[in-house]
């Protein structure tokens, strides 16, 4: 029986390039390894930043964005001891620190008025829940109406300076009076005109005081 050339020489072939690869070694250039940098690097600033980003290398060559929510009132006369950034700020603030402090007033008054009330008997429990119910009552009323006219008053004192385009203590004085109408509106005339009066006098005295600071 004969055998085929062909076969044998490939099998011949075949046989020897598995022999090579079996005895070959392959090995990678030392210069193409990239450094890994270690956790200690990173912590002593041995390593170079450069390397993170393509950016990181700019220095004082990049050009920062100018945020709007820093940039205060432009209405003429709207800058003063306490900057503002527009209506939406003395909205918030405005509203937030008169209802803090109405709580607070309003708190010390029911102190005061619970601790000085007569008891039938005199007893510190009572004496507690009778100071209680004191500050609850006073301090809920009263921050409740600050926080209102406080909401009242920025709004209507805003849409006057928008409308003027500037920002005066006469425009103060306008925006506390219609909130002191509309706070005792519906009261009657008398209550509301006294209310517009009173509150027309404490917004002069309030902006003359954040000018003048």
Same mark, same amino acid.
């Given at each position: 029986?004969?055998?085929?050339?062909? /076969?044998?020489?490939? /099998?011949?072939?075949?046989?020897?390039?598995?022999?090579?690869?079996?005895?070959?070694?392959?090995?990678?250039?030392?210069?193409?390894?990239? @450094?890994?940098?270690?956790?200690?690097?990173?912590?002593?600033?041995?390593?170079?930043?450069?390397?993170? @980003?393509?950016?990181?290398?700019?220095?004082?060559?990049?050009?920062?964005?100018?945020?709007?929510?820093?940039?205060?009132?432009?209405?003429?006369?709207?800058?003063?001891?306490?900057?503002?950034?527009?209506?939406?700020?003395?909205?918030?603030?405005?509203?937030?620190?008169?209802?803090?402090?109405?709580?607070?007033?309003?708190?010390?008054?029911?102190? *005061?008025?619970?601790?000085? *009330?007569?008891?039938?008997?005199?007893?510190? *429990?009572? *004496? $507690?829940?009778? $100071?209680?119910?004191?500050?609850?009552?006073?301090?809920?009323?009263?921050?409740?109406?600050?926080?209102?006219?406080?909401?009242?008053?920025?709004?209507?004192?805003?849409?006057?300076?928008?409308?003027?385009?500037? @920002?005066? $203590?006469?425009?103060?004085?306008?925006?506390?009076?219609?909130?002191?109408?509309?706070?005792?509106?519906?009261?009657?005339?008398?209550?509301?005109?006294?209310?517009?009066?009173?509150?027309?006098?404490?917004?002069?005295?309030?902006?003359?005081?954040?000018?003048?600071?």
């Amino acid at each position: 029986m004969s055998q085929n050339p062909d /076969s044998s020489s490939s /099998s011949s072939s075949t046989s020897s390039t598995t022999d090579y690869l079996r005895s070959a070694s392959f090995s990678r250039p030392e210069s193409d390894v990239d @450094h890994v940098a270690s956790a200690s690097e990173f912590l002593l600033g041995a390593y170079d930043p450069a390397k993170l @980003h393509p950016l990181a290398d700019l220095g004082d060559k990049l050009d920062y964005l100018l945020l709007e929510d820093d940039k205060t009132n432009e209405i003429p006369g709207a800058n003063s001891a306490l900057p503002s950034r527009g209506w939406s700020d003395d909205l918030c603030y405005g509203t937030g620190t008169m209802y803090l402090s109405g709580l607070a007033l309003g708190g010390a008054w029911g102190v *005061r008025e619970g601790a000085t *009330r007569q008891l039938a008997v005199s007893n510190t *429990r009572l *004496r $507690i829940n009778s $100071i209680l119910n004191s500050v609850t009552r006073r301090g809920t009323f009263i921050g409740n109406s600050a926080g209102v006219l406080a909401l009242i008053y920025n709004g209507v004192n805003s849409s006057i300076d928008a409308a003027r385009g500037k @920002h005066d $203590i006469f425009g103060s004085m306008g925006a506390g009076g219609i909130t002191g109408a509309l706070y005792k509106s519906t009261a009657g005339v008398k209550p509301a005109l006294a209310a517009a009066t009173f509150m027309s006098a404490t917004a002069g005295i309030w902006s003359y005081i954040k000018r003048n600071l």
